[in-house]
C-alpha cells in the first residue's frame, strides 16, 4: 500500500511528548527512559494505535515501545496521545531491520507482530518479519523466556511463519488458525486491522512463541500447547 504524502510529517512527531528522535542513545539502559526498571515490551508496526495504546493505559507496570519506520504512519498513533504523553510508553521512528543497533542483550520481554506485511511475493520473503533474519535478531534483543505474539489474516504468511519460528528454534506453545472460534481468545486486544478483517468473516490466524522456554520457572512453562484449524 502506497502511503500519501504529508508534509514536515517527522516534524509533526517531535511534538509529541513520547516520540523519541534519537533511540540509539538508549541502547543498554531504556530503563533510564522510563524511570523505572519495569520490562519493557514492543510493538513493531502499531498502525493506527489502537492496540498499543491500550495496553499501555490498561498495564501502568510495564513500559511499551511503539516502532514503525514510517512517520506517515506513526502520525495516526500519536494523535492518540494526550499533549501531556504516557509515562509507559515510548513512540520511535526507525527501520526494523536495525533493531540492536537500539537495543542491547535481554531489553525486550515481549513483542508483538500484528498484521504486518506478508510479502507475498517469493523474492521478497527475507522482508517478512518472521523470516529468518528477523527471528535471529530478535534473539539479540529479547530477554531469555521472553514470548513473541504474531496475528495475521494471511494463511499461507502463517504457514510461513510456524515454519520459521521452528526452524530458528522457537518453541511454539499455542498456534491457532481461527482465533475467534479458538480456546485463546480470553485477553485479546484486537487491533484496527483485526476488527475490519473479522468483521469480513476472515479467520485470524495467531501463535504465540517463546525463546528459550527452558529459561522459565517450572510454573511460567505450564503452556497450553495446542494447534487448532
Known sequence: MRLRNVPNAYEKLLECANFISEPQAYKGRW??????DNPIHMEIGPGKGQFIMHLATENPGINYIAMEKSP?????????????????????????EKLD???????ISKLYLNFPDPWPKKRHAKRRLTSPKFLAMYKRILKPGSVIEFKTDNRDFFNYSLEEFRASGYDLVKATFDLYN?????GNIPT?????????GIPINKLFAVYDLDSLSKEEGKVDIQAQE
Open 31 to 36: 530503563n533510564e527512559y522510563f524511570r523505572n
Open 72 to 96: 506517515v504512519v506513526l502520525l495516526k498513533l500519536i494523535r492518540k496521545i494526550p499533549a501531556e504523553g504516557i509515562g509507559n510508553l515510548a513512540v520511535i521512528s526507525f527501520d526494523a
Open 182 to 186: 479458538s480456546d485463546f481468545l480470553e
Open 192 to 200: 484496527e486491522y483485526e476488527i475490519k478483517f473479522h468483521s469480513m
Open 101 to 107: 543497533e537500539i537495543f542491547d542483550s535481554g531489553e
